[in-house]
């Protein structure tokens, strides 16, 4: 049985500038401009399952690592809609509706040019987003950033997608897909690598989202220290590895992979 870590990244930036003089030591002034940037930053969990009503992603891929589209070959669903379903669950039962777009088709998606890297660092990766990317979240509307590359994260090879988002949390999560390593999935049946990247998609988003212990709260005991913001549950989506047997036995006429503790989490989460 292989396994392929499934990881969050952090990544820290900062910001020096200066305002003239103030009577307020630096440390204060400073706790001043983090809570301010925490306030006005749209892009966090207490703002996703407040007043967010629309979700959308934009996904973007390299020429050569197109996202898998299309019908799954047993079933006939949409490949797509293993993440849209997932998502569709995580803002079910709030009290309000939230639109979820998902798209399902390479003309709602955006090709980038050809990399031509063998392996990423983090912040070749971020590179990438002020280039691309063309939408933003507000406190009504929230967008994920998906981009689909060839090659492997330099640090840790053989990672199937991150999910890098900003300091302590602020500024827009955006998650990066290793085609390369997806397509190690690749088996007898042709939906294998198909159920592969959906998972992994899901699994992603699930960390955007604040998931698990990342910004949403833990309602029960749930959180696998160990491998940092993942979930303890084996057969749950945010489970730190997938495995071979675990993307065999997934059934896309039954998409939903949160496990209960995690949909608990969500449930009781009301900011």
Known sequence: MIFRALIILSFFSFINCENGKSELPPAVLGYITLDYLILTDPDRSSVYFSTVRS?????????????????YTIGGTSVWNVTDSNMQDVFADRGYSVSITVPSDLSEMNEIPNQNRSTWSVN?????????RKKSSDFQSTSFFIVYIRGQLADAPGVIA?????????????????????????????????KAEQMTVTHELGHALGLVNAGIPLYSSHQDTEHGNHCTNETCGMFWALSDTKVDNFNPASPLILGQECRDDIRNYNP
């Open 162 to 194: 991150v999910t890098i988002s900003g300091a302590l949390g602020i500024g827009p999560p955006v998650i990066f897909v290793f085609k390369d390593m997806i397509e190690q999935f690749a088996g007898i049946s042709p939906d294998k690598v198909k």
């Open 55 to 71: 979700l959308d992603l934009e996904v973007a891929y390299e020429t050569d690592a197109e996202p898998f589209t299309g019908n």
């Open 124 to 132: 070749q990766l971020l590179d990438l987003v002020p280039k691309y």
